[in-house]
């Protein structure tokens, strides 16, 4: 079984115990909630103590990747640029439509319960105005930050001291880079021990939430993965409009073309083994000129990763309904923007230590509790095939951008 089929499994073995129990043993079923809920614990503590030196380690490593990308000329400059403001767009809109997307849904009072006893509910903060707000991003220390696990300060504070060290002398900054890479990659490894027994702690979970809750929980997860369905496919329509406005490609001609490339991703769920697909769509459907596919398109799969800032929003946002969090404007700017930051350094982890260690701190830094998180992981790779499919398409939405801007200069 793969791992995913493993987490799967137990999520159903547990919610299948929970809901037993709660179904015909209520009062055995609190006992063995209570029992077995410091597992489920454990296993979050786990995960958690991992999140702040990998997410630290991977802003510095992925600075140092886009200043390295943008010095080798005009095209990969403009390629990042593009790359970026579409992520802003895509956390945008997710940050816009899924908390009303999740309204739409009845709120359960027995779930919130049910979590708050399992997991644990951290307060959510206290809504702020713009200028605490803008007051709170530049942390006054970098090492407080990380020990109260205050995310986006700690980004910030990241994102300078990455930059800052493309300034120093080309050989001191290759001994810190490689000190930082090799720290996220022995966070990486810590990861995938917990997640060994992911299982495990997913059942026990599960069981503790549904012994509670009967099935409310169940049927928040599947409205938890119907938003992000409806989410996913609504950022990727707007990338075609993005390709018709910015990138000066008609909706028919550019469907046709990005067709094949679009299959290849929903059958291998995968931006890299559709990289051939979206060569031969730009290069001879679209008739793109090489030296800007050739570039444009490896850089793409390496740091652009559309749907991830997306998935960070919307977990957000089920986590804050499921508790009947109302997100302020403060609170969903600074999960966006610690999202697509974040999404920059990510690409190209596995997709388990990509869910936690970026999901836990856009939640911590939204200020909402991150139990329900270990649950979420269990059913996020459903929609997969869609999150591939929107990814695919903003790669050569962006190539469409950048060929586009080129031409126009040319002219």
Same mark, same amino acid.
Request: net charge positive; proline share 5%.
């Given at each position: 079984?793969?791992a995913?089929?493993?987490?799967l499994?137990?999520?159903?073995?547990g919610?299948?115990?929970?809901?037993a129990?709660?179904?015909?043993?209520?009062?055995a079923?609190?006992?063995?909630?209570?029992?077995?809920q410091?597992l489920? /614990?454990?296993?979050?503590?786990?995960?958690?103590m991992?999140?702040?030196? %990998?997410?630290?380690?991977? $802003?510095v490593?992925?600075?140092?990747t886009?200043? &390295?990308a943008?010095a080798?000329?005009?095209?990969a400059?403009?390629?990042?640029?593009?790359?970026?403001?579409? %992520?802003?767009?895509?956390a945008? $809109?997710?940050a816009?439509t899924?908390?009303?997307?999740?309204?739409?849904?009845?709120?359960? &009072?027995?779930?919130?319960?049910?979590?708050?006893a399992t997991?644990g509910?951290?307060?959510?903060?206290t809504?702020?105005g713009?200028?605490?707000?803008?007051?709170? $991003?530049?942390?006054?220390?970098?090492v407080?930050?990380? @020990?109260?696990?205050?995310m986006?300060? %700690?980004?910030?504070?990241?994102?300078?001291?990455?930059f800052?060290?493309?300034r120093i002398?080309?050989e001191?900054?290759?001994?810190?880079?490689?000190?930082f890479? @090799?720290?996220? &990659?022995?966070?990486?490894?810590?990861v995938?021990?917990v997640?060994l027994?992911a299982?495990?702690?997913?059942?026990?979970l599960?069981l503790? $939430? *549904?012994?509670?809750?009967?099935?409310h929980m169940?049927?928040?997860?599947?409205?938890?993965?119907?938003?992000? *369905?409806?989410?996913?496919?609504?950022?990727?329509? %707007?990338?075609?409009?993005v390709?018709?406005?910015?990138g000066?490609?008609?909706?028919g001609?550019f469907?046709?073309?990005?067709a094949?490339?679009?299959?290849?991703a929903?059958?291998t769920?995968?931006?890299?083994a559709?990289?051939?697909?979206?060569?031969?769509?730009a290069?001879r459907?679209?008739r793109?000129? /090489?030296?800007?596919?050739?570039?444009?398109?490896?850089?793409a799969?390496?740091?652009?990763?559309?749907?991830?800032? #997306?998935?960070?929003?919307v977990?957000?946002?089920?986590?804050?309904?499921?508790?009947?969090? &109302?997100?302020?404007?403060?609170?969903?700017?600074?999960?966006?923007?610690?999202?697509? #930051?974040?999404?920059l350094?990510?690409?190209?982890?596995?997709?388990?230590v990509?869910?936690i260690?970026?999901?836990?701190?856009?939640?911590?830094?939204?200020?909402?509790?991150?139990?329900?998180?270990?649950?979420?992981?269990a059913v996020?790779?459903?929609p997969?095939?869609?999150?591939?499919?929107?990814?695919v398409?903003?790669?050569?939405?962006?190539?469409s951008?950048?060929?586009?801007?080129?031409? /126009?200069? /040319?002219?």
């Amino acid at each position: 079984m793969t791992a995913t089929q493993r987490i799967l499994l137990g999520l159903a073995l547990g919610a299948a115990t929970g809901i037993a129990l709660a179904h015909w043993a209520p009062g055995a079923a609190i006992r063995v909630a209570d029992a077995v809920q410091p597992l489920g /614990k454990l296993w979050l503590s786990a995960l958690q103590m991992t999140v702040v030196p %990998l997410v630290l380690s991977l $802003v510095v490593v992925g600075a140092n990747t886009a200043t &390295d990308a943008a010095a080798s000329g005009r095209i990969a400059r403009r390629a990042i640029v593009v790359f970026l403001l579409l %992520l802003a767009l895509g956390a945008a $809109v997710a940050a816009a439509t899924a908390p009303a997307l999740f309204l739409l849904f009845p709120h359960s &009072d027995t779930l919130r319960s049910a979590l708050d006893a399992t997991t644990g509910h951290l307060p959510a903060t206290t809504p702020i105005g713009w200028s605490e707000w803008l007051a709170g $991003v530049v942390p006054t220390n970098a090492v407080m930050a990380a @020990a109260e696990s205050a995310m986006l300060p %700690l980004v910030v504070f990241a994102m300078f001291l990455g930059f800052a060290l493309t300034r120093i002398a080309p050989e001191r900054r290759a001994l810190a880079v490689e000190f930082f890479r @090799a720290i996220a &990659d022995a966070m990486i490894v810590v990861v995938r021990w917990v997640l060994l027994l992911a299982p495990f702690g997913v059942l026990a979970l599960i069981l503790a $939430v *549904c012994a509670r809750a009967g099935l409310h929980m169940l049927g928040a997860l599947g409205v938890y993965v119907l938003v992000e *369905c409806i989410v996913y496919l609504l950022v990727t329509a %707007l990338m075609l409009v993005v390709a018709r406005i910015w990138g000066r490609e008609p909706f028919g001609r550019f469907l046709s073309a990005i067709a094949p490339a679009q299959v290849v991703a929903a059958s291998t769920q995968s931006s890299l083994a559709s990289l051939p697909a979206m060569i031969e769509s730009a290069d001879r459907r679209l008739r793109y000129p /090489k030296a800007i596919t050739s570039l444009v398109l490896p850089m793409a799969v390496s740091l652009f990763r559309l749907t991830s800032p #997306v998935q960070y929003i919307v977990s957000a946002s089920f986590i804050a309904w499921a508790f009947g969090i &109302d997100l302020g404007v403060a609170q969903l700017s600074a999960g966006a923007a610690l999202a697509v #930051v974040i999404s920059l350094g990510s690409v190209g982890l596995p997709g388990q230590v990509t869910f936690i260690a970026t999901n836990v701190s856009v939640a911590q830094a939204m200020g909402l509790p991150i139990g329900p998180l270990g649950l979420m992981l269990a059913v996020d790779t459903l929609p997969d095939t869609l999150a591939t499919l929107g990814n695919v398409t903003a790669d050569l939405t962006a190539t469409s951008v950048v060929a586009a801007q080129s031409l /126009k200069d /040319k002219a």
